[in-house]
């Protein structure tokens, strides 16, 4: 755990969630000795120490920091071409990540990285969580294949800023493929996955104080009338086939017509633990669904939902605290309760990709 070796770091993660599956699935066989439940605890315990959201610590990054630097303490999950796509989405829930490396074919090169969104297209599809991960990666939903690797990889050397626009141009794009995770590679490095939340929070921490309050939610958050919406009483697939045609990863669930009151979201992370689980997403309705999860699997409406005039900072350190990569954005004033758009970590990185690297604003590079 002490060792310096990014190597080293990188197979430890491997083995912890590798065990950490093992134990589940013996969970699901009916195991339950006393000493396998405190070895399965100890091995859970030391994964979900492994945060999903990145630790927000005393030390300030600059936009011109190293982006490898950002995730020096953070592992990254890996997965074997071999494998099922159910093997794949265990790996991801077990340590706490929304993508993981998928490597190496014979030949030596990456096969390409699984994320929250190939198993929401999964679910969209109806594949079966029996398919193997090498074929998934070759058919035509994939979202971060083998040919997007060069693209969506840049130098654990670059910085913040250069890994930015590769996560902004990637969305401008509207291509279908992956725009939430670039890759660090290189020769000297094993290869590594940094999160637009990731990016978001560094970035942030690297503005003046004077930017870092006053960009709003506003200025970033995509508006009502463009967010995929459905109902309470439809089934989580329909919401997933809605985010998986309109390429969103949230969608929310309609409250009355003007989403007054309380409010709901269903994400592509909800898709992940519906593929784990080996169902369709045509059993429930989406409330009951989401009445289904516990706070940490599904955190609660007030850990979710931000006001429009709140700080983009106070935004990224609220998804870092608990998790969560969307949140609902509530109006100002008479509209204080009703949903007027949603804020993802990947529109921050977007919208201070706009900025400069010293945080002064430049031309817009597209809509949010």
Known sequence: LKCSSPKYRAAFNRCMSQLALCFRHYSRLGCGSILFRQMSSAVEKTVASRSRSPKRGGRAYGQDSAVGEVITERGTAFCCKDRTLVDA????????????????????????VLTENDFLAAVAKGTSPK????????????????SMIETLTVSP?????????????????????ACHHVLLSDKDHVPRLVSAMDIACAMIDSLETKDRLTLTVKEAMKHRAD??????????????RAMFDSNQNCALAAVGKKHHGHHFMITAADALRTFSEY?????????QWLHGLTETEHPAEKQRSIHADASLADAARMMADHGVHHLAVLGIGADAKTVVGILSSLDIVRRLGARGPHGHAQASRGGS
């Open 89 to 112: 989405a265990d790996t991801l829930i077990s340590s706490k990540r929304t993508a993981a490396v998928v490597g190496y074919t014979d030949d030596g090169q990456l096969c390409g």
């Open 157 to 177: 050397k670059a910085s913040l800023a250069e890994a930015a626009a590769v996560m902004a141009s990637e969305a401008e794009k509207d291509s279908g493929y």
């Open 131 to 146: 398919s193997s991960i090498y074929d998934w990666l070759h058919g035509e939903h994939a979202r971060f294949p083998g």
């Open 227 to 240: 967010v995929t919406t459905c109902t309470l009483g439809d089934t989580p697939l329909q919401a997933y």
């Open 279 to 287: 169902l369709h997403g045509d059993e429930t309705t989406v409330v």
